[in-house]
């Protein structure tokens, strides 16, 4: 079989309904051609000496606010000011994976100056921790963050520094989306609904959780729960299609991208492409279950997605209209994935000579793609098209 004979795969059908024939998720193998041809986009460097930026999001056309894993906000100008950390955060346990990680303006922004950061909440004791989700109106100058309200604290809290998750999308109708990992050493959580853990939740933006929930009044179920047996998502955006779409980290293999819908299980722990970390397989080495749904794309071996912009804007031309943009951390470039009908066509690798993890991916105001490089010494990046 050639490697483009290979990049046919079984269509999941019924609108998603899956069953003891689940279908294999799709992989495109390395070496597969690239989604389209001509000159690739370039990067120009907007900021330099970020540490370990995680979040960025535009409060206008020409500023933004970037979170740093060691638990500062700053505000970043695209003619490459960085300013000092803004005051006003709550307690924050930046430790491991942990810390301030991702932060969205509101959709109005521009009259409410509000915003929304998650971040790791430190428990009583400080021995334990969880993501929490809050708002926050930005001062008149951009200095403090001034009425921080939590909206939402991952449960329970538990030790450990991994696995937080902590994507944040607003969907059109003004709702919230969190994504929340599976804290690692918990995994066996994310099939159970009486906690947080490994799970999409879903919000009011004053906290409240809406009725149309897909658990709510189901005994024993939080009602926050929007999708559950996720691993680790660190990637999370609104599509055109109108729905919300995920990256989440597998194990070793089995990266995941969802198209997470309400009251569906995504398997983890009980199914994955994915294997024990130095070989073997997890629990019954299974890849379908019924009941359990697949994703649209997985990644083996794992590149470590993180942070996922769809471009919308015709600044890179008509053929990546529509594309997805993922980070990789592992492998240190960034996917362009090309979808026909709801399904990967198609996978592009590109910055690959940057040699940068990529943490974040944005589409500004001005229809360009924004990038963050995790690193001591990180950078805000913008794509130029050529």
Not at 191 to 210: A, E, F, M, S, Y
Not at 344 to 359: C, F, M, S, T, Y
Request: with cysteine; charged share 15%; glycine share 12%.
């Amino acid at each position: 079989m050639t490697a483009k004979q290979l990049l046919v795969w079984w269509v999941c059908t019924a609108a998603g309904a899956l069953s003891a024939n689940a279908q294999v998720a799709p992989t495109v193998v390395a070496g597969s051609a690239p989604a389209a041809a001509g000159a690739k986009p370039q990067p120009d460097v907007v900021a330099r000496g970020l540490a370990h930026p995680w979040g960025l999001t535009f409060i206008d056309a020409q500023r933004l606010l970037v979170t740093e894993r060691p638990g500062r906000l700053r505000l970043v100008t695209l003619t490459g000011q960085v300013g000092p950390a803004i005051a006003g955060l709550p307690p924050i346990h930046a430790a491991g994976q942990g810390g301030l990680l991702d932060v969205l303006a509101d959709s109005q922004f521009a009259v409410n100056r509000t915003l929304y950061f998650c971040y790791t909440e430190p428990g009583a004791g400080g021995n334990v921790s969880s993501t929490a989700l809050a708002s926050a109106r930005l001062s008149d100058d951009a200095s403090r963050l001034d009425n921080v309200r939590v909206l939402f604290s991952q449960k329970p809290k538990v030790s450990g520094n991994a696995h937080f998750g902590c994507r944040i999308v607003e969907s059109p109708d003004g709702k919230l989306f969190l994504t929340l990992g599976d804290r690692y050493h918990r995994m066996h959580d994310a099939q159970t609904l009486d906690n947080h853990h490994g799970k999409v939740v879903r919000i009011h933006k004053d906290g409240r959780i809406p009725p149309d929930n897909p658990l709510m009044g189901q005994a024993g179920a939080l009602p926050e729960i929007w999708s559950w047996g996720h691993r680790n998502v660190q990637g999370a955006a609104w599509g055109p299609d109108g729905a919300l779409w995920t990256v989440e980290h597998g194990p070793q293999g089995g990266d995941e991208l969802n198209r997470p819908q309400p009251g569906k299980n995504y398997g983890w722990p009980v199914i994955t492409y994915g294997e024990q970390y130095g070989g073997g397989p997890i629990g019954q080495g299974l890849q379908t279950h019924p009941g359990m749904a697949q994703p649209v794309y997985q990644w083996t071996p794992s590149i470590a997605p993180s942070g996922m912009a769809f471009v919308t804007s015709a600044r890179y031309g008509r053929a990546w209209q529509g594309s997805l943009l993922v980070g990789a951390l592992k492998f240190r470039y960034l996917a362009r994935l090309t979808l026909q009908g709801g399904q990967v066509a198609g996978e592009e690798k590109l910055l690959q000579d940057l040699g940068e993890r990529i943490r974040a991916v944005r589409q500004g105001p001005d229809g360009l793609i924004y990038l963050l490089t995790d690193s001591a010494q990180g950078r805000l990046l913008r794509l130029q098209p050529r």
